[in-house]
């Protein structure tokens, strides 16, 4: 039976929310320390300067992508490339984070649209970073290279 596996990040802030600054580590594989800012996430991105919303796009483009392959593979029509995005929007005015937009384009060898389609659709509802964040309205856009 698999073990549990943990991943773990930390962050330290200093200042007040708006005119403060953090990092954000990366602890587990210890790939580096990211700095965070209030600018970032409730304006616009400034570069060099990152936001919760922008770590959990990437988080969860990196987990659908993995899904997504793998259910492909299941049906016997495992991927060339699959290339996903995840735009994640955060309106303070509406409670923080408001939806995320998935993007995917594939290149796979002998699958009909349908099939895509519906495997595409399976894997964003089988996610584990989509069932995580199951509050939020996730859509999909889906298409083949």
């Known amino acids: 039976m698999p073990r ?8 330290a802030w200093k200042g007040d929310l708006l005119s403060g600054s953090g990092a954000t580590a990366l602890e587990t594989s210890q790939l580096g320390t990211l700095d965070l800012s209030w600018k970032a996430r409730a304006e616009e991105s400034t570069q ?14 990196a987990c659908y992508s993995m899904q997504f392959s793998n259910m492909l593979a299941e049906n016997d029509t495992p991927p060339t490339t699959v ?8 309106n303070i ?10 993007t995917v384009t594939a290149k796979i060898d002998g699958i009909e649209d349908a099939d895509f389609q519906r495997i595409a659709e399976e894997a964003k ?16 856009t889906a298409s083949l290279a």
């Open 125 to 140: 509802s089988s996610c584990p970073v989509s069932k995580a964040l199951s509050g939020v309205d996730i859509t999909l």
């Open 93 to 102: 005015a509406e409670g923080g984070i408001t939806g995320i937009a998935l």
């Open 83 to 90: 290339d996903t995005k995840a735009d994640v929007t955060f």
């Open 48 to 61: 060099g300067t990152t936001s919760p919303e922008e770590l959990l796009g990437a988080a969860h483009s």
């Open 4 to 11: 549990p596996v943990t991943s773990t990040a930390s962050t």
